[in-house]
Each structure stands twice: as C-alpha cells, then as structure tokens.
Nanobody, 119 residues
Framework: QVQLVESGGGLVQPGGSLRLSCAAS????????MAWYRQAPGKQRELVAG???????NYANSVKGRFTISRDNAKNTVYLQMNTLKPEDTAVYYC?????????????WGQGTQVTVSS
C-alpha cells in the first residue's frame, strides 16, 4: 500500500502564493506519474498539473504560467507552487500518484487539502 500525506493548504488573499506538498510512503518500488487534482464545490474533480518520472510536466490551461509542479524522487514527494492565486482557484486539492509497490501497480490518492483564495 501507498500512503500520501498532503500539506500546505490554507487561506490566502488574491494574488498571493501557496506551496503544496505531498509525501508518499509505504512499500514503494517505483513512482511513475505524480499529479495534483482539485475539486471545487459543485464541480467535477479536474487535473491541475502532472509530472512524469523523467520530469515532463503538463498543466491545465487555467493555471499555466502561475503554477509549477515539481518532484523530489529521493523523498517520494511532489510539490505544487501556486502563484498569483485567484478566487477561482479555491478548491480541495488532491495528490495522486501512479506507483508500483511490492505487489501491485495502482493509482493512489491523498486525503485532500483545502485552498481558499479570498479577501
């Protein structure tokens, strides 16, 4: 099994910044793609950003130029630096990893961290 622990959410004013972290632990043999998703009230969960094991990144159009995803493979951790935050970025942010454990390859989710952008 893989456990994901997220941190870094909170309340920030428009134009501000936050950095989310997600650390994976467990019987991990390999981690492939790591990603951040978000879900706002009344909306479907959407992909925010993803990063492959070789460092190739992709972003939702709504966050391009403002958010940066990165990972530390030695720490099994993925980060999301969020700058110039807007009220429409308010959502619960979820970490997701595609990981190979001793027995299985699967997709794992974090518990979510709330990001609120408001004045």
């Amino acid at each position: 099994q893989v456990q994901l622990v997220e941190s870094g959410g909170g309340l920030v004013q428009p134009g501000g910044s936050l950095r989310l972290s997600c650390a994976a632990s467990g019987s991990i043999r390999s981690i492939y793609t790591m990603a951040w998703y978000r879900q706002a009230p009344g909306k479907q969960r959407e992909l925010v950003a993803g990063i492959t094991s070789s460092g190739i990144t992709n972003y939702a159009n709504s966050v391009k130029g403002r958010f940066t995803i990165s990972r530390d493979n030695a720490k099994n951790t993925v980060y999301l630096q969020m700058n110039t935050l807007k009220p429409e970025d308010t959502a619960v942010y979820y970490c997701n990893v595609d990981s190979q454990t001793d027995r299985y390859r699967g997709s794992y989710w974090g518990q979510g961290t709330q990001v609120t952008v408001s004045s």
